[in-house]
């Protein structure tokens, strides 16, 4: 399952979406995802669907990609729904046995946080995956320029960001590899109680974290060599512009967050 998670990982593609100003995309993914939280009803959900399958077609990444992201959070969206229907007690009650019972609000509910995590966690992938790390790390930089009027360190900021988030496929990598090498030693990992569950994660973890320290020791000692020291004087080779498509790209957000206020106002 590990393998499956695609988070951080970004894919080279000269799409209309990855020529975009890393900039916008970045604000684009902050307005979409209040657009999301800002949909009080499935329909006005339906209005953030549609604009996360369009952007999809733009960007050309393939469907398959998006379903091998589904998988991991598959128990955070089941355990999401089962809460919401036995635990939300008002509506038509549909069924009912001993203690346990169904009402439609909770159903409703259910579909509604569901559809909710899917469009958010796809929607918001589309960052990484059309995005470089080298210029979403420039983006947060530039976006967050102000700050350093108060003299926060903008750039080391943007790079920590950057590299947690370059790294989380890193990780995800070795941890998988580290436990097919304690399964092939004998290790039991998927048996058993759940306390011996926990206690077989111990010789994953201690390694993990090992190679961890080992590769933040690593790229510290290759920034060092390369004579880094922070963003004061940087140059940069690629500088950012912003283009027409990305004003195109904004007036498409436009009409769909119109869409979600008019599904608000006429499915209350």
Known sequence: MFKDITLGQFFPGDSVVHKMD???KLVL???FIIMLFSAKNVYGLLVGIAFTAISYLLSRIPFSMILKSMKPIIPIVAFTAVLNIFFI???KMLWHIGFIKIYDEGINTAVFMVTRIICLIVGSSLLTY???PIDLTDAIERLLSPLKKIGAPVHELAMMM?????????????????????????SELDTGTFREKVRGMVPIFIPLFVSSFRRAEELAVAM????????????????LSAAPRDL????????????????????K
């Open 22 to 24: 890393p900039r916008v």
């Open 29 to 31: 993914t902050v307005l």
């Open 89 to 91: 007690r008002t509506g």
């Open 130 to 132: 059309t995005t470089s």
């Open 162 to 186: 950057t590299i947690a988030l370059r790294f989380i496929p890193t990780l995800i990598e070795e941890t998988d590899k580290i436990m097919n090498a304690q399964k092939a030693r004998g």
């Open 224 to 239: 060092e060599c390369r004579c880094y020291h922070g963003g004061e004087g940087r140059t940069r080779m690629k500088q």
């Open 248 to 267: 195109f790209a904004c007036i498409y957000l436009a009409v769909f967050w119109a869409g979600t206020i008019a599904m608000n106002l006429f499915f």
